[in-house]
């Protein structure tokens, strides 16, 4: 029997709790690889009835739908011993979140190998993955196992803010203090590094401080537009969009179905907001009442109204920051450059924070959403194959 030809290349993965994406460096640049056509891959996972199980955005239009049969933000339990998930669909089977996770990266391979961006030239085997700055051992090792169950040989793990300023940093020739200011989707992370960079694959990274707030996200941001709107929802038509106990004639699974069709709508609102001064959201046969009445939604939202609503969440992640500089001894003017990470740091108003602030323009070279992802590639490609193979 011949043995499968493995391919030359390494994934680069950004593992995240909301969203996670994934690179490959070729040619001379990093790539980012759509899956399942989009950049960024849910990190959310399903187990049908029939016990199939689904990952990605299949699995996050379930979240509100059945969410005792949908997992997100796993990340949050990695190495948690105690973390146990039974599915319906899969009754007496038990799923750790390194099991969970495992899932999510095996639909990053997958991905990677059916989206033909880069002829692999072989089965993709080879991956750096990214964790955050303050995993302990027990986290890592739980990661590596996660990767090693999906299909791969984990090469490297690399901290979050390190591949981030490698991504950034292939044109800095001298040493550099970085904040990186990471926005994802649930969790908010600040990091500090001194980078004494030639080339990025010879750069020498230091995390000099870590601190961050692990409930404050982007999903905090689409929970502010949801509150506007079912604020006003309530007010037209009496219906509390948010009080499961409220006995209002509507069963708990429609409001369940309503509360999905706002989160997706307030996602767009929230993206539409970040290019628009306002945005218009419709959500045409949103709910019935008891009378069998029809309601829909159809409101405008400003970028102010929206701002208004997430400002102090944002002066949250200033405080982050200040306490970083603080925990570095550091002052605002030792930073050399402020990196954004996380598709949350698109919204103008955390840029306007970040900018008062350290009194500079963030650097905006390459969309923040994939930028670990694409450092991470670039450390793989670095690294190299492992010599044996």
């Known amino acids: 029997m011949v043995k499968p030809k493995n391919s030359p290349y390494i994934v680069g993965i950004d593992l995240g709790t909301s969203n996670s994406t994934a690179a490959i460096y070729a040619k001379g640049q990093s790539e980012v ?8 891959l849910p990190s959310v996972v399903h187990v049908r009835d029939s016990g199939e199980i689904v990952v990605g955005q299949p699995a996050k239009s379930q979240l509100l739908i059945d969410p005792d049969n949908t997992v997100a933000s796993v990340k949050r339990e990695i190495g948690n011993s105690s973390y146990e ?19 999510i990266l095996a639909k990053i391979r997958s991905g990677v190998d059916q989206a033909g961006v880069v002829d692999l030239r072989g089965s993709l085997r080879y991956a750096v993955i990214c964790i955050p700055a303050n995993f302990d051992d027990v986290k890592k ?21 390190v591949a981030a300023s490698i991504a950034y940093a292939l044109e800095a020739k ?12 649930g969790t908010f992370d ?36 949801m509150n506007i709107v079912a604020e006003d929802f309530e007010k037209k038509s009496g219906i509390s969009l948010f009080d499961l106990k409220k006995d209002q004639g509507i069963n708990r699974k429609a409001l369940r179905q309503a509360q999905q069709k706002l989160k997706e709508a307030a996602e767009n609102v929230k993206l539409e907001l970040s ?68 598709g949350s740091t698109r919204v103008p108003l955390v840029r306007e924070v970040v900018t008062s602030m350290f009194d500079k323009e963030p650097y905006c070279d390459m969309d923040p959403a ?3 992802a694409r450092g991470a590639a670039i450390m793989g490609a670095a690294l190299g194959v492992p010599a044996d193979d």
């Open 275 to 342: 290019e628009a001064d306002s945005s218009e959201i419709i959500v045409p046969n949103f709910i019935k009442d008891e009378s069998g009445t029809v309601h829909n939604i159809e409101m405008e939202i400003s970028r102010e109204q929206f701002q208004e609503s997430i400002y102090d969440l944002l002066m949250k992640t200033r405080a982050t920051m200040e306490k970083a500089l603080e925990s570095a001894s550091l002052s605002i003017e030792d930073i050399s450059r402020i990196i954004l990470v996380g």
């Open 33 to 40: 690889i759509s899956i399942d056509g989009k950049s960024m």
């Open 141 to 161: 090792q739980a990661t590596l196992e996660a990767g090693r169950l999906a299909g791969f040989e984990v090469i490297r793990l690399l901290e979050e803010p």
């Open 190 to 225: 600040v990091s500090i590094l001194n980078v004494d960079s030639t080339e990025a694959e010879e750069s020498d990274f230091k995390v000099l401080a870590k601190e961050g707030i692990p409930d404050l996200g982007g999903d905090d941001f689409d929970l502010a537009i």
């Open 370 to 372: 994939t930028a670990v």
């Open 174 to 185: 001298r040493d550099q203090k970085i904040l990186v200011y990471d926005l994802g989707g």
């Open 85 to 103: 998930k039974e599915f319906k669909g899969q009754p007496g089977k038990l799923y750790t979140a390194t099991d969970l996770s495992a899932e």
